[in-house]
């Protein structure tokens, strides 16, 4: 295979030569695979680039892409991305740091990796064996332990703990060369997430490899002052973008709607003809109808119920899923109402936790069974 490590630079003329010459020791433990440096240089003012030039005159595998500005991470990253593939005929593009915070000697374990089958290996800080440096800020090291928690939960990435760390390799035929490179999010530090995300969701057999993150060498810290909020819109704006959660927004507006309809009824039943306790059922079966009707024709449209009879047995089902919560919920509030009082807080404080509990069940049921895909 082609492997091209690619090593962005700015102002790392004291560390690019010693990791050229350490990588070329790891090189040599690998000789079935035909490994090439690409750095990416930023036009720095240290002369890294000039550097890098006089060192490919003797190391045939040492290429250089100089950038005419300094645009982010991210934006150099995808620039050597482009190039790897276009003029080296990359099979893995291996990312790395010039600062030797990652180890040249982890990279056999990538590479070994792709071997095994693997497409997407992550070297991983936070699971077991990966470390962080000691010496990092409390403020840091909290930031990067929830933002990843963040960035789980909110993605839905299975299997992944580490979702910004910069020691990745990635099998470019079929999943690199797939991805739209042009349109990735952030030109900084949070294109590590988006570029996972789509690895991920392009069906990538990803494993994570755990890796020592140490201080840096030589040189100041490249980390961006807007990192953290780059990183929460990047993870929002794929959650948003998601075809799956599109739909579960479009099921989410109707279900304001269903609850606009149910909330309404259910308080002007209570005061009028029904119990507290009661209801709630009314008002839940009048909003399910009107619920299933737009889901019908606008959430899970692409697997639109056709025809009266299969519209009328699908509703039934509807109704008898969606009723589960609805009579957890009216338990929820006669409960409530018992011990709290009939108040119009507790009554409403009660109902609205079981509106919560039902959004997760129905959205599970409607899209794995009434409107399933065929």
Same mark, same amino acid.
């Given at each position: 295979m082609k492997i091209v490590i690619v090593v962005p630079t700015y102002n790392e003329v004291k560390n690019i030569g010693r990791l050229i010459d350490a990588l070329a020791v790891e090189f040599k433990k690998m000789p079935q695979h035909?490994?090439? +440096? #690409?750095?990416?240089?930023?036009?720095?003012?240290? &002369?890294? /680039?000039?550097?890098?030039?006089? !060192?490919?005159?003797?190391?045939?595998?040492?290429? +250089? #892409?100089?950038?005419?500005?300094?645009?982010?991470? &991210?934006? /150099?990253?995808?620039?050597?991305? !482009?190039?790897?593939?276009?003029?080296?005929?990359?099979?893995?593009?291996?990312?790395?740091?010039?600062?030797?915070?990652?180890?040249?000697?982890?990279?056999?374990r990538f590479i070994t990796e792709?071997?095994?089958?693997?497409?997407?290996?992550?070297?991983?800080?936070?699971?077991?064996?990966?470390?962080?440096?000691?010496?990092w800020e409390f403020k840091r090291k909290l930031f990067s332990k929830y933002g990843n928690l963040f960035s789980k939960i909110v993605l839905g990435v299975k299997g992944v703990k580490d979702f910004t760390t910069g020691y990745k390799a990635s099998r470019v035929r079929g999943f690199v060369d797939s991805i739209d490179l042009d349109n990735i999010l952030s030109t900084g530090f949070a294109y590590k997430t988006d570029l996972l995300y789509k690895m991920y969701k392009s069906g990538a057999r990803i494993k994570e490899i755990p890796i020592r993150f140490g201080p840096r060498d030589e040189g100041s810290s490249k980390m961006e002052k807007n990192n953290f909020m780059d990183s929460l819109r990047v993870v929002v704006m794929l959650r948003l973008r998601d075809k799956d959660s599109q739909k579960f927004f479009k099921f989410c507006?109707?279900?304001?709607?269903?609850?606009?309809?149910?909330?309404?009824?259910?308080?002007?039943?209570?005061?009028?003809?029904?119990?507290?306790?009661?209801?709630?059922?009314l008002?839940?079966?009048?909003?399910?109808?009107?619920?299933?009707?737009?889901n019908n024709a606008w959430s899970f449209s692409e697997n639109k119920i056709n025809g009266y009879v299969q519209r009328l047995l699908y509703l039934i089902a509807y109704c008898v899923s969606s009723y589960i919560p609805v009579v957890f919920r009216s338990f929820l509030v006669g409960l409530s109402v018992k011990f709290f009082g009939n108040t119009f807080v507790v009554f409403n404080i009660a109902f609205f936790i079981g509106i919560i509990i039902g959004l997760i069940w129905n959205f599970m049921i409607y899209s794995k069974i009434i409107w399933r895909k065929k």
């Open positions: 035909n490994f090439s +440096i #690409l750095v990416v240089d930023d036009s720095s003012p240290d &002369g890294t /680039a000039e550097f890098v030039e006089e !060192k490919s005159k003797s190391l045939d595998f040492v290429h +250089i #892409l100089l950038r005419k500005e300094k645009k982010g991470l &991210g934006a /150099a990253y995808i620039s050597g991305f !482009k190039y790897a593939m276009k003029e080296l005929n990359a099979d893995v593009l291996l990312e790395m740091d010039a600062d030797f915070q990652h180890d040249p000697k982890d990279i056999t792709i071997d095994n089958g693997y497409d997407y290996i992550i070297g991983s800080r936070f699971c077991k064996g990966g470390s962080i440096p000691s010496q507006i109707v279900g304001v709607l269903g609850l606009i309809t149910d909330a309404g009824l259910a308080n002007i039943f209570r005061v009028t003809i029904l119990s507290s306790k009661d209801a709630p059922l008002s839940g079966l009048i909003a399910m109808i009107v619920t299933f009707t737009f």
